[in-house]
């Protein structure tokens, strides 16, 4: 059984990212309490601007290519010192929603969820820390570089920020649980460097 205090973790990541869905501004974060995901996280890479990706009349109107966001294969560091539990690697990473094309996507959710958090989480890492274990999903498919029963450390690159599963945009969603088997676990607290960046923060972890 894992302490209930929440998890200390540096950020997965060096460079700039958008915080989105933040348990600082509210729980259930991403608005459901479904797989343990009430207290995740999601990160946006962005450039200098503070952008993920130019807003052209492209992104009103169509789909757009991952590779088209200047943060798409970058670095997924680990956050924490554990063992590596569980890897996902083949699901493709599909067109990113933005604008109207967002509203379609959004309807098709509720088919994704219906097909399990696998569907939901896309590519992922899960690390067993010793007080939770963390997931690292929608990461870059054929990026992932650790295997289960793996020993890492904070910073250790384990893949690359993709777009796969439940994705409008190339990010990286982050979730601490207390039970692999996600449809039986609850969640557990996190905390980046001791504290909790709020929703529209960009972080800059250098």
């Not at 993920?52 to 757009?64: D, G, K, M, Q, Y």
């Not at 680990?78 to 990113?96: E, F, M, N, W």
């Not at 609850?186 to 980046?192: A, D, Q």
Request: hydrophobic share 35%; proline share 9%; aromatic share 8%.
């Amino acid at each position: 059984m894992y302490s209930r205090k929440p998890l200390g973790l540096a950020y997965p990541f060096r460079g700039k990212w958008l915080v989105q869905n933040s348990p600082a501004n509210r729980i259930p974060s991403h608005g459901t309490e479904v797989f343990a995901s009430s207290n995740a996280i999601d990160f946006v890479p962005v450039d200098d601007r503070g952008v993920s990706a130019p807003i052209t009349f492209r992104t009103l109107f169509r789909p757009e290519p991952p590779e088209r966001f200047s943060g798409f294969g970058r670095p997924i560091l680990s956050p924490a010192t554990g063992r590596i539990v569980a890897r996902h690697d083949a699901l493709p990473d599909h067109p990113a929603y933005r604008g109207f094309p967002s509203v379609g996507y959004a309807l098709t959710q509720r088919q994704r969820a219906a097909e399990g958090w696998p569907a939901l989480a896309g590519n992922y890492v899960g690390i067993d820390t010793g007080h939770g274990i963390l997931f690292l999903c929608h990461l870059r498919r054929g990026s992932v570089k650790v295997e289960v029963g793996a020993r890492i450390g904070v910073g250790d690159v384990v893949a690359a920020c993709g777009n796969s599963g439940n994705s409008t945009e190339p990010h990286v969603h982050v979730q601490a649980v207390d039970n692999l088997d996600i449809d039986s676990a609850r969640p557990v607290e996190i905390r980046f460097n001791g504290s909790l960046p709020r929703n529209g923060e960009v972080v800059d972890a250098g």
